[in-house]
T-cell receptor, first 112, second 116 residues
C-alpha cells in the first residue's frame, strides 16, 4: 500500500531533550515536507526537500532540523524542544512539483 | 510570498444540501490548487485539484472552480452526506524562490458539519 509512515504517533517529552520524528514513504517520491498544525493557524510548512541532500526552509523552521540522506526518509529533529513546539506534525510527500501531496497520519507532540 | 485566505472557518449544512468553501490567493504565479479533506485523527487527504489552465473540474459530488483573474477558487460539494463532515483545506502552489523551489501554502481550514 502506498503510504507515508510517521513515528511515533504520540510523544510527550520534556524541555530540552532532543527528539527525532521519523518519516518514510514507499512511493519513490522526490519531494517531501514537514508541516505543523495548530488550532486557528492551519498547516504551516517547517522544511521541505526536493531530493536527496536538497532541503530548504519553510515558513516556521526555527528550532527544527531535517536531513534527507535517502530518498524514502525525511526525519524531523528537535535538538532542544520547547513548549511552543507542542503541536500536531505531519510529513508529506509528492511525486513531482505539480503533484498533490500524500500525508502521513500525524505525530502529536507535547513538550512539558 | 503567497497568502491563502479561506472562508468560512465553520460551515453547518443539512444532509442533502450543497456546501461551498471559498479561497483567495495572492501570488499570480501560483498554478496548482489542491483541496484536502482531514477527518478526525487522520492526516489530510487529497480529494480534488485543479491547474491554472482549467476553469472547472468535477468528480462525482465534488467540483472545484478557478477564477485566475480574480485569484479565487472554490470547492462545491453537492448532496452532502454525514461522512462529508471533516475539515477541508485549500492550498495554492507556485514557484516562489529564485531557485525554482516550489511551495504549497494552505488556507486555515473549514470545519464542515453535515447534520442528518
Amino acid at each position: 500500500e502506498a503510504q507515508v509512515t510517521q513515528n511515533p504517533r504520540y510523544l510527550i517529552t520534556v524541555t530540552g531533550k532532543k527528539l527525532t520524528v521519523t518519516c518514510s514513504q514507499n512511493m519513490n517520491h522526490e519531494y517531501m515536507s514537514w508541516y505543523r498544525q495548530d488550532p486557528g493557524l492551519g498547516l504551516r510548512q517547517i522544511y521541505y526537500s526536493m531530493n536527496v541532500e536538497v532541503t530548504d526552509k519553510g515558513d516556521v523552521p526555527e528550532g527544527y532540523k531535517v536531513s534527507r540522506k535517502e530518498k524514502r526518509n525525511f526525519p524531523l529533529i528537535l535538538e532542544s524542544p520547547s513548549p511552543n513546539q507542542t503541536s500536531l506534525y505531519f510529513c508529506a510527500s509528492s511525486f513531482s512539483r505539480g503533484g498533490g501531496y500524500t500525508f502521513g497520519s500525524g505525530t502529536r507532540l507535547t513538550v512539558v | 510570498g503567497e497568502n491563502v485566505e479561506q472562508h468560512p472557518s465553520t460551515l453547518s449544512v443539512q444532509e442533502g444540501d450543497s456546501a461551498v468553501i471559498k479561497c483567495t490567493y495572492s501570488d499570480s504565479a501560483s498554478n496548482y490548487f489542491p483541496w484536502y479533506k482531514q477527518e478526525l485523527g487522520k492526516g489530510p487527504q487529497l480529494i480534488i485539484d485543479i491547474r491554472s489552465n482549467v476553469g472547472e473540474k468535477k468528480d462525482q459530488r465534488i467540483a472545484v472552480t478557478l477564477n485566475k483573474t480574480a485569484k479565487h477558487f472554490s470547492l462545491h460539494i453537492t448532496e452532502t452526506q454525514p461522512e462529508d463532515s471533516a475539515v477541508y483545506f485549500c492550498a495554492a502552489r507556485g514557484f516562489i524562490t529564485q531557485g525554482g523551489s516550489e511551495k504549497l501554502v494552505f488556507g486555515k481550514g473549514t470545519k464542515l458539519t453535515v447534520n442528518p
